[in-house]
């Protein structure tokens, strides 16, 4: 199945930039290896628009007469474009031919970067989640860091892609982020070394008494796939399957189609979610099926924090109403858009905001998030430690390495890890107490 928007366009749920090589959220690899033709663009600008094509023709031509060092064509027409997109919103962007060419690399699941997401929130460039075990995981960045300057220049003002290619690099290269966080007296620098990246999109592990454990990072082509081999082992190995926890947390989306599959996993009717856009084409409704999955028969838990976006806000969206799991965390970042990837004819494309999409019970994500059904805030880190010291000191007791699913995916998740991880502890207790007590779901 492929889910496809307006002319057989890509419809991506990716929060935002990731700062790999190709420099954007995860895409499909199944793009069409030739450009859009014409006959499905729009035949006709309005005359207001016509009109104002032609004062805009006037003064890149001015430009490239007159202007005291020489620009060509092409740079004129690609930062009018880039103008244009950037009074939209934070998601819509442009991407030159090598820009686009390096986001469908990026769907092979390998990047060159430091690892983290970001977007623009309140117009300041904001980490959204680092990737775990990557470059910017292991320097200590967290969801919600302020990125205020790249390599000593102030971000005010800039463009997401103009941030992108300022922090993306070559393998081995160092960039330095002046970070501002809450609870900072004033921001500091993080210096990071660039590397090639493989992401796993699943992870996976056991808990003693029958609770299997899944990890979704991102929304990636093979992703539906992955996570079906998991469940398979976990069927074949925990007998009772008691229940599951299924850890969105930190996960800044990625491919519609593959929200889609991952909730149609663990339903088997109902609709997951619905888009609504300007055209027909973009107002689209998808429905859970039975059949071709592996039964999850026993309960679910869903983990949720502020780093969890779009495709997995959809997850949990579809699973919260459909009353098929609990969810439990903290509220979720609220990313409700869908972005479309648009080929141009001279291999450039545009990465366009064309919907909203809202769970199934109506219930719009856009700024407002997924609000958890047991509220379980994640531990505050002493103002004396940063969080690259904490997770030193982990490692140092070898309690926890890069992250919890590190370990081989059949060893049980330890006493002492869960210790580390109040939001997990809680969900493995609620499905070891299943069905849950009324006043055991209260926030903690």
Not at 103 to 117: D, H, V, Y
Not at 297 to 312: F, K, R
Not at 402 to 421: F, M, N, V, Y
Not at 430 to 436: N, Q
Request: glycine share 8%; with cysteine.
């Amino acid at each position: 199945m492929k889910i496809w928007g307006a002319a057989g366009l890509l419809l991506i749920l990716g929060l935002c930039w990731g700062l790999s090589l190709a420099g954007s959220a995860p895409a499909d690899a199944d793009f069409r290896d030739t450009p859009l033709h014409l006959a499905a663009m729009p035949e006709y600008l309005s005359p207001e628009a016509d009109a104002k094509l032609r004062v805009l023709s006037q003064a890149l031509a001015l430009v490239e007469d007159q202007y005291v060092e020489p620009k060509t064509p092409k740079d004129l027409i690609y930062g009018a474009i880039q103008g244009a997109v950037s009074i939209l919103d934070s998601h819509s962007s442009f991407m030159t031919p090598e820009e686009y060419r390096e986001l469908q690399i990026e769907t092979k699941g390998k990047f060159s970067g430091i690892g983290i997401e970001i977007t623009m929130k309140d117009r300041i460039l904001t980490v959204v989640s680092p990737i775990e075990g990557t470059p910017a995981y292991r320097a200590g960045l967290q969801a919600g860091d302020q990125i205020v300057k790249i390599n000593g220049t102030p971000t005010k003002n800039i463009s997401l892609t103009e941030a992108v290619k300022m922090i993306r690099g070559p393998k081995s290269s160092k960039v330095t982020l002046t970070i501002n966080r809450q609870g900072f007296t004033e921001p500091k620098d993080f210096s990071i070394v660039r590397e090639i990246i493989p992401i796993r999109s699943v992870k996976a592990r056991i808990v003693d008494g029958g609770i299997g454990y899944i990890r979704l990072a991102n929304f990636q082509d093979q992703t539906d796939q992955d996570l079906q081999n998991y469940l398979k082992k976990m069927r074949q190995r925990l007998t009772p399957f008691k229940g599951l926890v299924l850890d969105l947390r930190n996960d800044p989306g990625g491919l519609l189609e593959q929200a889609v599959r991952v909730a149609n996993e663990f339903l088997n009717s109902g609709l997951i979610v619905y888009t609504e856009g300007r055209t027909p084409q973009q107002s689209m409704r998808f429905f859970a099926h039975p059949g071709g999955k592996t039964e999850v028969p026993g309960p679910m838990v869903v983990l949720i924090n502020e780093g969890s976006a779009s495709a997995s806000e959809i997850v949990a969206g579809a699973l919260k109403d459909q009353k098929r799991a609990i969810i439990v965390g903290s509220k979720s970042f609220g990313k409700g858009s869908v972005q479309t990837i648009i080929p141009l004819e001279d291999g450039s494309a545009l990465r366009l905001t064309t919907a909203l999409y809202y769970t199934p019970n109506g219930t719009t994500i856009q700024d407002k998030g997924i609000i958890p059904d047991v509220v379980v805030k994640e531990p505050e880190i002493p103002k004396d430690k940063s969080l690259q010291k904490l997770r030193e000191e982990s490692l140092s007791k070898h309690m926890r390495k890069e992250g919890i699913t590190d370990k081989p995916w059949s060893q049980p998740i330890t006493a002492q890890e869960l210790d580390q991880d109040p939001q997990l502890k809680r969900a493995v207790e609620i499905l070891r107490h299943w069905p849950p007590k009324k006043m055991a779901l209260q926030p903690q």
